[in-house]
């Protein structure tokens, strides 16, 4: 696997649907002793795992018509890419089940247990007892294990079988044979990722390496200047997306008449990504997860994808693109391996690239290094940001992804922390509220529907999570410029999920210190806890059952020793990190919460103002700390 891309073709996702991401205004503490406490962050921080993600910024791809309405996103960054785009999800309200709307949330588990919703309950109490919990046996009875369903699948004829070491060196041999300078590194089999490339020698810290010449990158130039099928394509208006899947499929048929023979046996019979899942298992595993309404409109989106492409064009060209080899399998093939490998390379303007070679390194969340064109000796370089030792595996950085990208582009989840984890919660005003209008309108004016997703990483929330909640919670006392500026302020720096959505707004050049009390304040919180628990009871399995099956103490799913085994896995160590998230989320939550009554309490009688400050960039200091120095004034 290499460089992480994705196709996202909206047009079933919900207009209301958006994410909004942005600088940490409110990284937790990982501290036991202070995780109740915040702490600024500089104002250029970014969710890097949510603006360079392949799956989230779902605009449309430019097509040189209308008519293919295929989705890609615009900050793939995959191997090649450091830029950050901003986050988006399409996660609809029914099929996230966690929409947190502004209800009342009963007080920290600890002082009212009974409060707490059932399904929750043991995660809860023990987050109280550890910034990161572990839950405690789930009381509530589990049903047998169910076999998932399997979709028969014709397997691909070509490509690499996942297993075989036989001719390791053949792609090296060929591409020396085309102009590939001297290498030193080998691809070899691994223990993770199946294959990957071994250094040959030692390779020194920031030297670069690869060197790939442009002309051995297939691009949507190679796909349109093709006169067999880049014709039809290309006279359709055919988007790169679709026109790369369409091409890589013909060529595959070919044969060993194909140019790129070669590289395509070296190409995997079965990607792993996500477009290889049968339903059942997308919604069996994937049960609770944000990712689970992602990957099953992943999959439609491809499908819809075909249709249209085999309507328009392969059905009226079967001399080009015969039916035996045009099918909705061979094309999800297709683009599981876009989804896998495909590169964005900056420095030719975003140009979309396969790379032999290149893309047989695989990623490792600490690598920053990423892939791209060296313009003055046009070709593709990975500049390494560390050194490896000889006989040791290369690594690059597929950009910053969270746990749930890395799984829908490549079907597997790292086995080392990631700290450009994250997983989206989802907010949305309350249907009840008698200011409903006034908030809607007040979105509305910044672009922006409910509901919102917002991405909360183990050490932080965006500063919008916070200002949409205060929204969300404003009730009479604050005015409706107040609210404007809670909206606008959502906004900032957020990149919506919808193509039709306004581009990410720069930040006002005047700080924006909205002034509330603090019962307003408690109640801001209490809207995201409510959000926080509610996305905990989306999920049929405990945190103690995933890692269990983890470990291999349970043989939950695990009839099949295959590729079904490999899903289940993944899906339990997703599961586990996206609960780790909430959990400890809530927790530094309900720790507020706590200490935000007791100076109610030592307060009472008047209505303590806050001055928030700056809350864009994290400039400001400890939110708690500049309560206890407002309480401590005489």
Known sequence: MAASVSLLHVAQ?????RIVAGALAAPLSTSPSSAHQLRAVPADSSLRAISASPFHSAVAATSRRARFTVRASSADADVSSESAAGDSTSAAPAAAATTAVATAVPPPAAESPSEIPAVIADEAAAADAAPVAEEAPKRRRRAPPKKLKREEKAIATWGWDGRSAKDLDALERWLLSKGLPQQKMALRLVREGGRGLVATENIGKGEGILNIPEKLLITGETVYSCPRVGAHLKAANVPDWPALAAYLLSEAGRGPASEWAVYIETLPRAPPCIL??????????????????RAIEAIADVTNTFTELDTAIFSKHRDVFPEKLFTLNNFKWAFAVLFSRLVRLPSRNNRLALVPWGDMLNHRCEIESCIDVDT??????????????KGKE?????????????????????????????VSLLLALSPDDPLLPVKEAALQANG?????????RMDGWPSQLLNFARLVAAGPSVSQEQMQELAAATSFAGTPSSPSAPAVREKPSLPFTPSFTLEHELEAREVILAACRLALAGYSTTLQEDEALLEGNSDDYLEDDGEQRVRVMAAAALRSSERRILLRTDFVLR????DMRNMQQAKAGGKQKIDLGNNFGGESASFIGKILRRIARP
């Open 13 to 17: 996702t919900p207009p209301a649907a």
């Open 591 to 594: 720790s507020e919460l706590r």
């Open 276 to 293: 290889q899942w049968s339903i059942d298992e997308v919604d069996v595993l994937l049960k609770g997860s944000p990712i689970r309404q």
């Open 394 to 422: 290369v690594f690059v950085s597929y950009g910053p992804k969270s746990n749930g990208e890395l799984l829908l582009a490549y079907g597997v989840v790292p086995a080392t922390r990631n700290p450009s984890d994250s």
């Open 448 to 456: 922006l529907t409910c509901p919102l997703s917002f991405p909360v």
């Open 376 to 389: 003055w000796k046009g070709s593709v370089v990975f500049k390494t940001d560390r050194a490896f030792a």
